[in-house]
């Protein structure tokens, strides 16, 4: 039933996604993902229930939309989440009180489902009074049309191993290879004593999102050393999923990976580069301030249904240090096999 204001709160169908992402194209604080391909993701590639309400208006226009994924494991809870496996999510409207409708719409579903909790990956307070976790920053910088500008504002330690990668021969190549990716990446997670994702998930990304999903391959000696799936949204390039061989480290390919990623956007004409989040005093929140970019907070919100408070499902936790140390010695092809069973519960 529609408000008295005429807005009704609806669930997205396939019919719906044309301008579902048509309204997310237009709306300034809306995010890659918002998309509403990331529907099709979360049950093709996972087997999670997705729940996409979109607000309209009596006319049948969409007024604002909420991505929502339902999570559930005995081992790590059981969350409905905006948005499962990305950096950003929550209720993007034309106003306050369409945001407020969806979230309340959410919180009303999170208690149907009985879920332990509702999660909103906002990258800005909306909820004063709900609880938040502050674990997490992002890293944004816009691009410079002039690639030689954009070298130079690299810190000069960092700029010195991007031109170390340079003076190695080392080539940048936009890559079709799914399981080429995926290979360089899994090599990596391992190493991190982190689950790979499914190279299933991979495929499937590529497929939904087509050319705004490009991978980027770094090859040294006719070898692929390296290797970074991004994500392109408006003016924007997200870099997401990327990693290197154990033979990367010494032709600093990590580094120039990241630098051509940069690069062939300016030349591209986009002006944002996204480096996504990090958690705070992590090896990765060091890189990325080393390239010269400053951490914007991010406030992940919470309402509560079963639990009492917040969760802690990260490997910054005490209780997966022993974990995380065991699967860095897995074996390789263990780690790929068993990893996405395991993964795919760590929205």
Same mark, same amino acid.
């Given at each position: 039933?529609?408000?008295?204001?005429?807005?009704?709160?609806?669930?997205?169908?396939?019919?719906?996604?044309?301008?579902?992402?048509?309204?997310?194209?237009?709306?300034?604080?809306?995010?890659?993902?918002?998309?509403?391909?990331?529907?099709?993701?979360?049950?093709?590639?996972?087997?999670?229930?997705?729940?996409?309400?979109?607000?309209?208006?009596?006319?049948?226009?969409?007024?604002?939309?909420?991505?929502?994924?339902?999570?559930?494991?005995?081992?790590?809870?059981?969350?409905?989440?905006?948005?499962?496996?990305?950096?950003?999510?929550?209720?993007?409207?034309? #106003?306050?009180?369409?945001?407020?409708? =969806?979230?309340?719409?959410?919180?009303?579903?999170? &208690?149907? $489902?009985? @879920?332990? !909790?509702?999660?909103?990956?906002?990258?800005?307070?909306?909820?004063?009074?709900?609880?938040?976790?502050?674990?997490?920053?992002?890293?944004?910088?816009?691009?410079?049309?002039?690639?030689?500008?954009?070298?130079?504002?690299?810190?000069?330690?960092?700029?010195?191993?991007?031109?170390?990668?340079?003076?190695?021969?080392?080539?940048?190549?936009?890559?079709?290879?799914?399981?080429?990716?995926?290979?360089?990446?899994?090599?990596?997670?391992?190493?991190?004593?982190?689950?790979?994702? #499914?190279?299933?998930?991979?495929?499937? =990304?590529?497929?939904?999102?087509?050319?705004?999903? &490009?991978? $980027?391959? @770094?090859? !040294?000696?006719?070898?692929?050393?390296?290797?970074?799936?991004?994500?392109?949204?408006?003016?924007?390039?997200?870099?997401?999923?990327?990693?290197?061989?154990?033979?990367?480290?010494?032709?600093?390919?990590?580094?120039?990976?990241?630098?051509?990623?940069?690069?062939?956007?300016?030349?591209?004409?986009?002006?944002?580069?996204?480096?996504?989040?990090?958690?705070?005093?992590?090896?990765?929140?060091?890189?990325?301030?080393?390239?010269?970019?400053?951490?914007?907070?991010?406030?992940?919100?919470?309402?509560?249904?079963?639990?009492?408070?917040?969760?802690?499902?990260?490997?910054?936790?005490?209780?997966?240090?022993?974990?995380?140390?065991?699967?860095?010695?897995?074996?390789?092809?263990?780690?790929?096999?068993?990893?996405?069973?395991?993964?795919?519960?760590?929205?």
């Amino acid at each position: 039933m529609p408000s008295p204001d005429g807005v009704r709160i609806r669930q997205l169908e396939p019919a719906d996604s044309a301008r579902w992402d048509a309204f997310v194209e237009r709306m300034p604080q809306a995010t890659f993902f918002h998309r509403a391909g990331w529907r099709r993701v979360l049950e093709e590639a996972f087997g999670h229930s997705a729940y996409f309400l979109y607000a309209e208006s009596e006319a049948g226009e969409i007024l604002g939309v909420l991505p929502l994924g339902h999570i559930r494991s005995r081992l790590f809870g059981n969350g409905l989440v905006s948005t499962p496996f990305c950096v950003y999510g929550g209720s993007v409207g034309v #106003s306050a009180g369409v945001c407020e409708r =969806l979230d309340a719409e959410a919180c009303r579903l999170a &208690e149907s $489902l009985g @879920v332990d !909790h509702l999660e909103l990956r906002c990258r800005s307070r909306c909820h004063e009074d709900w609880p938040r976790k502050d674990l997490y920053v992002t890293f944004r910088k816009a691009i410079d049309p002039d690639p030689e500008r954009n070298l130079l504002a690299i810190p000069r330690k960092q700029r010195a191993m991007v031109r170390k990668g340079m003076q190695a021969a080392l080539e940048s190549r936009l890559d079709s290879d799914v399981d080429t990716i995926h290979r360089i990446y899994s090599e990596s997670v391992r190493n991190l004593g982190t689950p790979v994702f #499914s190279k299933r998930y991979f495929h499937v =990304l590529k497929d939904v999102f087509g050319d705004d999903c &490009e991978i $980027l391959t @770094v090859h !040294h000696g006719g070898k692929v050393v390296a290797g970074v799936l991004s994500f392109l949204f408006r003016d924007e390039v997200l870099p997401y999923y990327g990693g290197g061989s154990a033979e990367a480290r010494a032709c600093k390919a990590n580094d120039f990976m990241y630098w051509e990623v940069m690069r062939r956007a300016c030349e591209r004409g986009i002006q944002v580069f996204d480096f996504g989040r990090s958690k705070i005093g992590t090896g990765a929140f060091d890189f990325k301030r080393n390239w010269g970019f400053e951490p914007e907070p991010m406030s992940y919100e919470f309402h509560l249904v079963r639990s009492t408070e917040v969760p802690d499902v990260n490997p910054l936790n005490p209780k997966y240090s022993l974990f995380i140390a065991g699967w860095r010695r897995l074996p390789l092809p263990l780690s790929r096999m068993m990893g996405p069973f395991i993964s795919k519960y760590l929205g």
